[in-house]
């Protein structure tokens, strides 16, 4: 009988999650912890705090144990199929079964807790995606890939858009956008298709839109031009950000929020409280745990095994990316409000468990990932 010495028991534990990109989960994990702070209240019910603990540990649960699966079963298209047909029917099924929440048809409500699809799914577009464009990298310059690929993005945009969920609507657009950038297609092309958009786009405006519904698209692009009506929340999470000056009011302290004149602080304005608790220097704090979760996807994704990895690293880059520019630009009124959630941060159980399935998915790449430099990595990836 061989006895097993704490050494070989540390040694055994490392050699099991030496795929682990600790770095990534760690900073991820942080900013998972600000955001259940800046909810906790030190006085009163902790209602979103208890439940995002929840939910947290589930979303670690899940990174853990998807790290370990082999993600080579996503290249098959019939895989990518059954991915892309299940989320479609999904979205229809939130039409007739979804719950009505502030206007918008787009979660199951079961009662304990609910569920938004549209989450995972834009896993499922950037898996689409990537299979997509890696298949045809040889021939990816042909104009028709961007308007096949921008159909099937399209199918889902479309549906996500009539819930009306305009904030994930934009995200699978932006989505769809970028992949279509790092994918190699023809710039040129590209800008011609977004030139005839742009050309549509002012037609419209000149010709159809009445006044009225200009006045309402204004005030959507600039929320803080009626602060007593549509930009009342825009206006209050100005203040909040403002007031945090440079090392905040302490945690727990937060007026804008913990008095509610700051609606939603918990999921879509809670930058702005963790600004106004954390100050200047907490989101200098805030901004670099970001970039070390950008900068590890990207190095991850770019020593993929395959250009189908290296794709759904960089889509699953820009899915975070879009989600952070976004919902800061609207916490500082420079951007309309859409509800997006900022990831980690923001509470509900559906994007912060699929944030870290995304990161699961990502390890579990790792585990098979090439040991090419990533000189040569890019080299290959980019056609040089």
Known sequence: MQLRTPGSTIRQARSIFSHIDWMLFISALLLTVAGALTMNSFSGE???????????????????????????????????????????ILLFLVFFFGDIVKGAQNRFDFG???????????????????????????EIANIRHIFVSGFYAFIIFLLVLLQPDFGSAIIIFLLW???????????????????????????????????YQK?????????????QGTGYNAYQSTIAVGSGQWFGKGV????????????????????AAFAEEWGFVGVLL????FALVMWRILENAIRGATNFEVLFGMGLAILFMSHIVINIGMNIGLLPVT?????????????????????????????????THKDDAKKEFLGI
Do not use: C
């Open 46 to 88: 902790n209602y979103f705090f208890e439940n995002q603990l929840i939910w947290g540990s589930l979303a670690i649960f899940f990174f853990f144990l998807l790290s370990f699966f082999d993600f080579r079963f996503l290249r098959r298209t019939s895989a990518v199929v059954v991915l892309f047909a299940g989320s479609v």
């Open 112 to 138: 304990a807790f609910a569920f938004q699809p549209v989450d995972p799914i834009k896993l499922a577009v950037i898996i689409l995606l990537a299979k997509y464009f890696s298949r045809r990298h040889i």
């Open 177 to 211: 956008f970028g992949m279509v950038l790092v994918s190699g297609i023809s710039k040129k092309h590209l800008i011609a298709v977004i030139l005839g958009g742009t050309i549509v786009l002012f037609g419209m405006w000149t010709y159809v839109f009445e006044d």
């Open 215 to 227: 006045d309402r698209i204004v005030t959507f692009l600039n929320p803080l031009a009626d602060i």
């Open 252 to 271: 727990g302290y937060g007026t804008q929020s913990k008095l509610e004149f700051l609606p939603e602080y918990e999921t879509d304005f809670i930058f």
């Open 286 to 289: 805030l901004f670099i745990l």
């Open 339 to 371: 509800g997006t959630t900022i990831p980690f941060m923001s509470y509900g159980g559906s994007h912060l468990i699929t944030e870290f399935i995304g990161l699961g998915i990502l390890m579990g790449m790792r585990r098979y990932a090439r040991a």
